[in-house]
T-cell receptor, first 114, second 111 residues
């Protein structure tokens, strides 16, 4: 099973709303990632969790708050977003073991901020 | 920063034609992945290459990892409309858990 699931598939929110994106994997992977992607551009790394601890934060604004409740789950809490935050948000996971490392992506959440 | 440059950036071809996409870097990677992504969906992993000079085939797709593990290519034979999408390469340096993405190649195959 190489599946990463994400919910919701689509999300529309106002600038004053609070919402959360959810991600789940059951591959036993120990690294999980949040990316932001604009159309026809490569994904931009936001956060990396390794063994449930935040290991990389790519200077993401504080209106994005990640959370890793356990090794299978990853959340992204959203608050007071701006219209320019509208994008496809991707979750990914990787084994985080040794040099042979590969990433598997979820289907993404299409976020629209009004 | 470990940059991966892809070329071409955009490619529009007729069904049945062959094409090659390149992924180049000045950095060495322990493994390199190729993904295909359709609009509004997540990238789907096509292949991982780990050995310098390695060649992998996936039906009409042929992937090659450079001898020095700094570059890679994807060759598609007899392209079909279903091959349309954004092709991304991504390199893993072998230390840490970060991946570095290429600049992307948007492929359109016209029926």
């Amino acid at each position: 099973d190489t599946e990463v699931t994400q919910t919701p598939k689509h999300l529309v929110m106002g600038m004053t709303n609070k919402k959360s994106l959810k991600c789940e994997q059951h591959m036993g992977h120990r690294a999980m990632y949040w990316y932001k992607q604009k159309a026809k551009k490569p994904p931009e790394l936001m956060f990396v969790y390794s063994y449930e601890k935040l290991s990389i934060n790519e200077s993401v604004p504080s209106r994005f708050s990640p959370e890793c409740p356990n090794s299978s789950l990853l959340n992204l809490h959203l608050h007071a977003l701006q219209p320019e935050d509208s994008a496809l948000y991707l979750c990914a996971s990787s084994p985080d073991r040794g040099p042979y490392n590969e990433q598997f992506f979820g289907p993404g959440t299409r976020l629209t901020v009004l | 920063t470990q940059l991966l440059e892809q070329s071409p950036q955009f490619l529009s071809i007729q069904e049945g034609e062959n094409l090659t996409v390149y992924c180049n870097s000045s950095s060495v990677f322990s493994s390199l992945q190729w993904y295909r992504q359709e609009p509004g969906e997540g990238p789907v992993l096509l292949v991982t290459v780990v050995t310098g000079g390695e060649v992998k085939k996936l039906k009409r797709l042929t992937f090659q990892f450079g001898d020095a593990r700094k570059d890679s290519s994807l060759h598609i034979t007899a392209a079909q409309p279903g091959d349309t999408g954004l092709y991304l390469c991504a390199g893993a340096p072998g230390v840490g858990n970060q991946f570095y993405f290429g600049t992307g190649t948007s492929l359109t195959v016209i029926p």
